[in-house]
């Protein structure tokens, strides 16, 4: 049946049309941002994965530069905790040569002294943004002898996790404003001429070389090679530290890689795919149309009858 109030050939032509020019708006969105899935309207489930491993993703990204920050921090002490066992390495050798007969004790002190001039220095300027592990005041507020470093970050049933890496400071510590408790700044007192002192502080240059002096600088050397043992503990302990902290950047590196490969995975674009679907669809239209407009004309053909 011909009728010019309802045209069916143009409605079908144009509901085709319709349908052709949305898939093709769809295929261009892919193709300019790549994204087969773009927001929640085009897989709402792959869509809720994909903005939750990239928010966990951005924080495994700050997690990395907390790791950057921490081994700064780790390397800095270990490098001047090195520096400052050889130079404890040297006072140790000096009081050693101060036990031999004859030797002028006075000037031994004198080399001494420079070094533990050496030792505060070091020790002061070992600091990285703000934080010095080697020289603390354990009375200031705030401060915690555990020394913590964030490692890692996940995501678990029960919710999110944060991973640190710990060091002891109170292991480590050169001096200790607050209360002298540092390895080289805790004092000792001589067994014989009850002489106080430290590693940082200790004195020769007044001891005779009568047997009680004697056993006070041996005591003196003990003190010293005591300092020495616990210095290399710490910087074993930083060493070991440092190593855990560069494999754990690595991992969180790959990690990282890993989570945009699965989120790409889920969400972007088949570009070939993509391109051969553009092309059919833009023959597709053009037909569309054509066929619309052909639709359209075929009315006009009933006013031949009326001629």
Not at 85 to 102: E, F, N, R, S, Y
């Amino acid at each position: 049946m011909s009728s010019i109030n309802t045209n069916r050939a143009a409605m079908t032509a144009l509901a085709s049309l319709s349908m052709t020019s949305a898939k093709l708006e769809s295929t261009q969105q892919r193709i300019s941002t790549g994204l087969r899935v773009n927001s929640a309207t085009d897989n709402a489930a792959y869509w809720s994965i994909a903005t939750t491993m990239r928010s966990d993703n951005s924080s495994l990204s700050t997690v990395t530069d907390a790791l950057g920050l921490g081994a700064a921090t780790v390397d800095v002490s270990y490098t001047a905790l090195n520096s400052s066992i050889t130079t404890i390495q040297k006072i140790k050798d000096k009081l050693v040569a101060a036990l031999q007969p004859g030797v002028d004790r006075t000037k031994i002190q004198s080399e001494i002294t420079q070094l533990q001039g050496q030792l505060k220095s070091v020790a002061n300027s070992a600091a990285f943004s703000g934080e010095n592990w080697l020289s603390v005041d354990s009375s200031a507020a705030g401060y915690n002898a555990t020394k913590s470093i964030v490692s890692s970050f996940s995501r678990g049933a029960t919710g999110l996790t944060i991973q640190t890496i710990t060091f002891n400071g109170n292991s480590g510590k050169l001096f200790d404003s607050a209360n002298q408790s540092g390895i080289l700044d805790k004092t000792s007192t001589t067994s014989n001429g009850n002489v106080v002192y430290s590693v940082s502080t200790l004195d020769i240059s007044t001891l005779t070389t009568s047997a009680a002096d004697t056993q006070d600088l041996q005591q003196m050397i003990g003190t010293v090679d005591g300092a020495l043992n616990k210095m290399t503990s710490a910087a074993a302990d930083l060493g070991s530290m440092k190593t855990r902290i560069d494999s754990q950047t690595s991992f969180i590196k790959s990690l990282m890689e890993a989570v945009t490969r699965g989120i790409g995975t889920l969400v972007d674009a088949d570009m070939s795919e993509e391109s051969t679907k553009l092309q059919a669809l833009q023959v597709q239209q053009q037909l569309g149309t054509q066929a619309l407009s052909i639709a359209n004309q075929s009315s006009q053909s009933i006013l031949s009858l009326f001629k």
